[in-house]
């Protein structure tokens, strides 16, 4: 199973909206990141989304640009922003016969998730931006970093 990792695009402060949705630059973060999945030809059996607004509408913009259709968005405390890595990583287990997965997430859960799934258990420094795109491969319950790119190579691609 190929398990993609995406930090939501970047949003509006509290100050000017409660919710936090995203910002027109965190829009087009994504848009661009969503040109570039599709580009790459990645496609996804699961997009997984945390309840923020944030992060619903980046999973709704890749979907999107990847023939996901945006009403099958599952959205899950699995992986909001505080979550436990091993309960996402549980959460991820569930959907094992799965080939490719896409989660819309946040830090620092998002590198706690893709810690715990490299390693085990041993804390690594992971540092996901915002519209940056991570694929790990899962396979016999190990899993493998395939690659990251960040937003500005996203764009890169997109505009290519």
Known sequence: MDIHLMQHGACLPKELDPHQPLS???REQITKSAQAARILGLRFELIVASPKVRSIQTAEIIAEYTGYPVSRIEVTEAVKAMAPAQETI???????????????????????????????????????????????????????????????????????
């Not at 989660?103 to 620092?108: D, F, Q, S």
């Open 24 to 26: 027109p630059v965190g």
């Open 90 to 160: 549980h959460f991820i287990n569930e959907y094992e016969g799965l080939d490719s997965i896409f989660i819309a997430g946040h830090l620092p859960s998002l590198g706690n998730i893709a810690s715990g799934l490299l390693t085990g258990g041993k804390a690594l420094d992971i540092n996901i931006e915002n519209g940056g795109l991570m694929q790990m491969a899962r396979e016999n319950g190990h899993t493998k970093l395939n690659w990251y790119l960040t937003p500005a190579q996203l764009a890169q691609i997109a505009k290519d």
